[in-house]
């Protein structure tokens, strides 16, 4: 694909980087990207043709989110949003009736359903933070959207959470003068699926563009509160092993896997990627096409794999066992 920048920087520094990607259906494919003339708009891939859209997207003010839904896609900022429905190629505006309270989304995709969305947000001002969430709710008749009125991190227990919110509430919502210093997990991926809320925690520090070391990584299903209800699956006391480890991860288009990556090179993956299955919680390994080893699988629908060298080619896979 000439002219089109998949990705600017890699996914290992971040946990927003190469995330605001998905499979829309099992051979259509779609990414928040730039033109060689720096335009913001969508890369739009059927039937082994694309096109890119561009759209005046940037406000200025938060990120440009790009989300699935069951009829077509939304892409949303704070304070703006637009949808692209199922078959069509061209955007039209979505009223924002009641807007995010978050000072700043990421460009995180999640997995909504029932007109339902979860959105990974910024607490502060460290660079590059995935550490809270809140919600919006998506109503196609009245073409409206709408956020609730909350800013969620993650807690492990209610009890930290009571702490937290107490002594935030001591100095009026100023995050950098509380006496109760929390790190919020760090979240690598979202979604609702059959009303249960899941998240990929990867690390427990605010700000991961250091790539210090991580203590866990972990797949927990939480409260709408945002407290662990029940871990279930993951590894910790990684700062106790050799070598440095760390994992990003990212929910599948289908729900049906978990897409892990590995940031460093230095444990068992040997930085390969591999899927956790939910049905059976098992891990596979993932053999890519011959001439397609050095690239990555961004999304799965459908037993179909979206893999991509993150420079400018995208390739689709139909998944087997072997």
């Not at 703006?80 to 039209?92: G, I, L, P, R």
């Not at 995010?100 to 979860?118: K, Q, R, V």
């Amino acid at each position: 694909m000439e002219g089109i920048t998949l990705f600017e920087v890699s996914y290992k520094y971040a946990p927003i980087y190469a995330k605001n990607y998905f499979a829309r259906a099992k051979d259509e494919f779609v990414i928040y990207c730039i033109d060689n003339e720096k335009n913001k708009g969508v890369l739009w891939l059927k039937n082994n043709e694309y096109k890119f859209i561009p759209i005046n997207a940037d406000d200025g003010r938060g990120a440009n989110l790009l989300l699935n839904t069951d009829d077509g896609i939304i892409l949303i900022t704070k304070n703006k949003a637009w949808k692209m429905e199922a078959d069509s190629e061209v955007f039209t505006t979505i009223n924002i009736e009641k807007p995010c309270i978050a000072e700043n989304i990421t460009e995180i995709s999640t997995l909504g359903e029932n007109e339902n969305y979860p959105v990974i947000c910024r607490v502060s001002v460290e660079a590059m933070a995935a550490n809270s969430f809140t919600f919006f709710k998506y109503d196609k008749d009245e073409n409206t959207i709408k956020f609730e009125d909350i800013l969620q991190p993650i807690f492990t227990t209610e009890n930290t959470m009571k702490r937290f919110f107490d002594s935030l509430s001591e100095v009026d919502g100023l995050y950098y003068k509380m006496n109760f210093k929390y790190n919020y997990p760090q979240i690598g991926s979202m979604m609702i699926k059959d009303d249960v809320i899941y998240v990929f925690l990867e690390a427990d520090i605010v700000n991961p563009a250091g790539l210090s070391t991580y203590k866990y990584y972990w797949y927990v299903e939480i409260t709408k509160d945002g407290v662990y209800k029940k871990k279930i699956w993951g590894a910790e006391r990684l700062d106790k092993l050799q070598g440095k480890r760390g994992v990003r991860g990212k929910f599948s288009a289908d729900k049906k896997y978990l897409i892990l990556s590995p940031i460093f090179k230095t444990d068992e993956w040997k930085g390969k990627q591999k899927l956790l299955r939910f049905s059976d919680l098992e891990l596979l390994d993932i053999t890519l096409p011959r001439g397609y080893s050095k690239f990555r699988v961004l999304d799965i629908f459908d037993e179909n794999a979206f893999i991509s060298d993150e420079v400018d080619k995208i390739a689709l896979c139909k998944m087997t066992e072997g």
